[in-house]
């Protein structure tokens, strides 16, 4: 037995022995996220502390608003579409009513929960499998059970609000008509979607056992966190488990972990009210913590989180289970200094105990400043050996430079063939950049809201991404299964030193019979205006292969070094498959020698200077090609193509300039760093040589062999030694 399991066994047994004689039906209603007396406290504060007054506020005018709209229950309809919405809002507006009457005790507000719960007891049961799955598991009343799931865990908590004032035989009713039924529909029907690891696993685990606890159902309860073989190898604590890493990092990227954390924290909250003895807060190492902390880093200057995997580009901190673990974390971790410059994005708290303590945290606090996060590295797997991702920062708030890069697992099937793939962002811009997912989510005319086809040929596949493509085709031949049994691993990060800090990484498992490693620097320098980013990406192959390294960027083409041919009348897609199929060619050259292409992206520009020992390729495209419905945003790549065996791909970024569109005025249009140079490399190590204007030389050592940061290095390329020790070492003369 191994040490999850043992203590899952000593936890059931716990909840087992005790749950009838200690908790039985909960001592009071309402307790899942909000008391009678963290009501009543909130109520009585409201004009001390303005961001608890402004959220409850808000709260109130939804609450309000609600109560005197008129009440729709309709038949379910497509995902995205009104029906779809409709059923989301009537959760959204049960809970709000259900919060201002524990507020409030105006039973107007409790009275708009009964009739909605009346409505559903007259619909739900008429229901059968949704007509519009589209090939998923399906609810009832929406197209996937996961929406179902959403909508009982809101619920639970607006039938606990109200649970006292409703007679026995309502209770009964309810409980007889939708929650039973949907109970059943997730953790019988879908049991092995139950216990599946995975954000649809965590919300229907949270989902059963808030319904359970509201209830007074210990069976429910023990299921939820136990999962259907009441064992450990599902459920709740199995979801905390696996799903994060030992560091807090999510599988599925930042994009879903800010969904997945909802149901995580309103469960664990109700279970630490209710069930205190599971010690929920404490499990794994406080991996809740983590998780939370990991998520709120996963993300641009602008708050926006990292596009990994299926992401939205812009999908930021706003998001309403970041808001309500903001107030959480604080309220069951202790004070932090960030999560009150989160709360000043946010610009509200949730209103319970939790929230009115961050916000006298807030109101005490002479200045607030937003969250500034420093460089760190995440490690990815339940035990932390599946790779990781670093984040390398400089500079405060949202002035920061950041440079992200990818090296983790697949993120199962959400995940994208991308591995060893990098972002870059600069003055609150993101400069090199990731597509995230095709999908324009709840848009009923695209597709229902779901993933677009072009989600699959186009979003997920390697060339999508800031990452080698070998021969054309995607890591893994753009098999799921095959990635998910690889992952890319760690090599070094070190981000103590602000002026030059570095992450390294590898792969061997993402293209048969080849290894590759992807070391990146992000230096600082008295003679640039703005942090660079250093790239050498290394390649080892048995063989020879044609090499793509596609640059995704925004904003407009400058100026080059070199001739390039367009494409003025005719345009074709660069291939057939593999996602080049929906990139436009619209220009080309040949290039022989280092290769330097300046754009424009808001006041600043970006040259990108790549280093080209043998006859290669610059290949300019455009994405939207073979996409009869325009599902897809035009943006630029621009693709390095080349050919060999064993090589080196060593480019700079240079941010550099200013430029003011109203005041007519360009700065600095040329880069800084004018050529950059492979001395040499093999399985020891590579050296770079970077020069440029003003005296620039910096000589840059990496070590290719097993890391160590006290092990000696000597090499020899071209009659030239080179020594060091460590990992790296950045000469700067």
């Known amino acids: 037995m191994n040490k999850f399991n043992s203590i899952v066994v000593f936890v059931s047994f716990l909840i087992l022995g005790c749950s009838q004689d200690q908790e039985g039906k909960l001592s009071s209603h309402p307790s899942l996220s909000l008391s009678v007396s963290e009501a009543q406290e909130v109520v009585s504060n409201l004009e001390k502390y303005p961001l608890l007054k402004s959220s409850y506020q808000d709260l109130r005018e939804a609450a309000d608003l609600a109560i005197v709209s008129d009440m729709e229950v309709p038949l379910p309809g497509e995902a995205g579409g009104y029906a779809h919405e409709r059923h989301k809002q009537n959760y959204r507006d049960m809970k709000n009513a259900g919060y201002l009457y524990t507020f409030t005790g105006d039973t107007a507000y409790a009275h708009f929960v009964k009739n909605m719960l009346d409505e559903y007891a007259v619909l739900y049961p008429t229901l059968g499998p949704h007509p519009l799955s589209a090939k998923q598991k399906p609810g009832r009343l929406f197209h996937q059970v996961l929406n179902e799931s959403v909508w009982l865990l809101n619920t639970a908590q607006a039938y606990d609000c109200v649970y006292d004032w409703l007679s026995p035989e309502d209770r009964q009713k309810y409980e007889d008509k939708i929650f039973d039924p949907m109970v059943e529909l997730f953790s019988v029907q879908y049991a092995e979607a139950f216990d599946q690891i995975h954000n649809h696993g965590m919300w229907a685990t949270a989902s059963v056992g808030m319904i359970g606890l509201a209830m007074g159902n210990d069976e429910y309860v023990n299921r939820a966190i136990f999962g259907t073989e009441n064992n450990g190898t599902g459920g709740f604590l199995a979801q905390v488990e696996h799903l994060f890493s030992p560091d807090g990092y999510y599988m599925e990227g930042a994009y879903y972990v800010r969904y997945a954390i909802r149901p995580l924290l309103f469960f664990a909250e109700a279970l630490e009210r209710n069930r205190p003895f599971v010690k929920i807060y404490e499990f794994k190492d406080q991996i809740i913590k983590k998780a939370f902390y990991s998520m709120v880093q996963m993300t641009n200057p602008n708050g926006e989180f990292f596009p990994i995997n299926d992401a939205s580009v812009s999908m930021n901190i706003l998001a309403p289970g970041v808001m309500y673990g903001t107030s959480v974390i604080l309220d069951r971790y202790g004070f932090d200094k960030n999560l009150l410059g989160l709360a000043k994005i946010q610009g509200e708290v949730y209103p319970n105990g939790a929230g009115l303590k961050l916000a006298k945290a807030f109101a005490q606090e002479v200045e607030v400043m937003e969250p500034s996060w420093s460089s760190i590295e995440f490690v990815d797997g339940d035990d932390g050996t599946h790779g990781g991702f670093g984040i390398l920062r400089t500079g405060e708030g949202k002035d920061q430079t ?332």
């Open 402 to 733: 950041v440079l992200a890069m990818k090296y983790g697992g697949h993120g199962l099937g959400h995940g994208h063939f991308d591995k060893l793939q990098f972002m870059f962002y600069d003055q609150g811009e993101d400069v090199v950049t990731d597509y995230g997912y095709a999908r324009w989510v709840n848009i009923e005319t695209k597709y229902g809201g779901r993933y677009l086809p072009e989600n699959n040929s186009y979003a997920k596949q390697t060339v999508a991404h800031n990452t080698l493509v070998v021969d054309g085709i995607s890591q893994n031949g753009g098999n799921r299964k095959a990635a998910d049994k690889v992952h890319a691993n760690r090599h070094f990060f070190d981000g103590s030193d602000s002026e030059v800090q570095v992450m390294s990484a590898t792969s061997d498992d993402h293209y048969k019979g080849m290894s590759m490693q992807r070391t990146m620097f992000l230096i600082k320098d008295q003679r640039l205006d703005y942090p660079v980013v250093v790239d050498i990406y290394r390649v080892e192959s048995d063989k020879q292969h044609q090499y793509d390294m596609p640059i995704h960027y925004k904003g407009y083409i400058m100026n080059t070094n070199f001739d390039y041919k367009t494409d003025k009348q005719v345009q074709k897609p660069l291939g057939r498959s593999n996602g080049y199929e929906h990139i436009w060619k619209t220009a080309e050259a040949t290039v022989t020698s280092d290769a330097m292409v300046t754009w424009l992206d808001g006041h600043r520009y970006y040259s990108y200077i790549t280093d080209v020992s043998t006859k290669s390729k610059i290949l300019f495209g455009m994405t939207g090609a073979n996409d009869p419905k325009f599902n897809l945003r035009n943006e630029p790549v621009l693709i390095t193509r080349t050919s060999g065996k064993d090589m080196v791909f060593a480019s700079v970024l240079e941010p550099h300039g200013y430029y003011s569109l109203a005041g007519e005025k360009s700065v600095a249009v040329h880069p800084t760093i004018q050529e950059l140079r492979v001395v040499g490399h093999n399985s020891e190590a590579s050296i770079i040589e970077v020069t440029g204007e003003q005296g620039l030389y910096w000589t840059i050592m990496i070590n290719n062999a097993e890391a160590d940061a006290d092990a000696e290095h000597t090499v020899e390329f071209s009659g030239m030694e080179y020594s060091w020790k460590g990992n790296y070492k950045v000469i700067r003369n």
